[in-house]
C-alpha cells in the first residue's frame, strides 16, 4: 500500500511536467509567471524518484528556460539557467542514453555556452547516430549544425548536408526553406547541389516555398524560376 501510494505521487508528479515540455516542443511561449512556477515545481521534485521520459521533459524545461535567459541579456541569469541544463541534460541521458534528441540538445547547451560550435561534437554525432530520420528532431538539428558547419568533420558535415536533403523530400519545405535562408545560407550552393537526387515535384513544391524568401539568384537545381508578367 505505502509504494503503490508513492507511485501515484510520482507519476502525478511527472504528469506536471509533461504536457508543458510537449507544447515547449510545439512552439508554445510561456509567460514568466508560468515558467517561474514550472521552475518551482522542478525544484521541489525529487530528481531521482523520477522516470527516464519525466526527466528529459525537465531538460527540456530547462532548455526554454536557457533560451529565456539568453534573451534577457542578464549575464548571471544565464549561467545559472546552462548551469541546471547541464544537470537536467546529464540525468536524462542517464536514464535514456539513446535520446537523439537530449544528445543534440547537449550539444547545443556546450556550444552555445562556450560560443566554440567544435564544443561536444560527440554529442551532435551522437544525435545522428541516435537518430537520424526523426523529422521532428531534424527540423531542429539541422540548423544547429549548419550553423557550425566549417567545424565539422567530413561526416558530420555530409550528414547535415544529406539531412537537408530528406527534410525536403520528406515534405517539410517551409522548415528547409528557413533553414536555406538562415543557417544555411553561407552554403546555400551546397545544400541546393544535394536537391538533384530528388524527384522533380519535391524540388518544385520545396522551389515554391523558397520563392517567399525573395533570395536573389537562389535557384532550385530542374526548376525554373518563376518570373512575374
Given at each position: 500500500m505505502a509504494w503503490s501510494v508513492s507511485a501515484i505521487r510520482i507519476y502525478r508528479a511527472e504528469d506536471i511536467f509533461a504536457n508543458p515540455a510537449l507544447r515547449i516542443l510545439g512552439g508554445d511561449r510561456f509567460t514568466p509567471e508560468q515558467l517561474g512556477m514550472l521552475t518551482r515545481q522542478i525544484q521541489a521534485t525529487p530528481v531521482a524518484s523520477l522516470r527516464p521520459t519525466a526527466l528529459s521533459d525537465i531538460a527540456t524545461i530547462r532548455l526554454r528556460l536557457v533560451e529565456v535567459a539568453l534573451q534577457s541579456g542578464n549575464a548571471q541569469l544565464a549561467a545559472a539557467a546552462f548551469d541546471n541544463l547541464k544537470a537536467a541534460v546529464a540525468a536524462a541521458l542517464d536514464g535514456t542514453p539513446t535520446s537523439s534528441f537530449m544528445w543534440l540538445t547537449d550539444y547545443w547547451s556546450r556550444s552555445v555556452r562556450s560560443r566554440n560550435p567544435a564544443d561536444g561534437l560527440k554529442s551532435l554525432a551522437m544525435?545522428?547516430?541516435?537518430?537520424?530520420?526523426?523529422?521532428?528532431?531534424?527540423?531542429?538539428?539541422?540548423?544547429?549544425a549548419l550553423s557550425a558547419f566549417p567545424s565539422l568533420p567530413d561526416q558530420l558535415a555530409n550528414q547535415a548536408l544529406n539531412e537537408f536533403a530528406r527534410l525536403v523530400s520528406s515534405g517539410f519545405y517551409a522548415d528547409a526553406a528557413n533553414t536555406l535562408a538562415g543557417a544555411g545560407w553561407p552554403i546555400h550552393d551546397k545544400l541546393l547541389a544535394r536537391l538533384t537526387q530528388l524527384g522533380e515535384g519535391a524540388r518544385r513544391r520545396f522551389?515554391?516555398?523558397?520563392?517567399a524568401k525573395d533570395l536573389n539568384g537562389?535557384?532550385?537545381?530542374?526548376?525554373?524560376?518563376?518570373?512575374?508578367?
Open positions: 544525435s545522428y547516430s541516435e537518430g537520424p530520420n526523426e523529422g521532428w528532431i531534424a527540423v531542429r538539428r539541422n540548423p544547429v522551389a515554391k516555398a523558397l520563392e537562389v535557384t532550385v537545381p530542374g526548376v525554373e524560376k518563376q518570373t512575374s508578367q
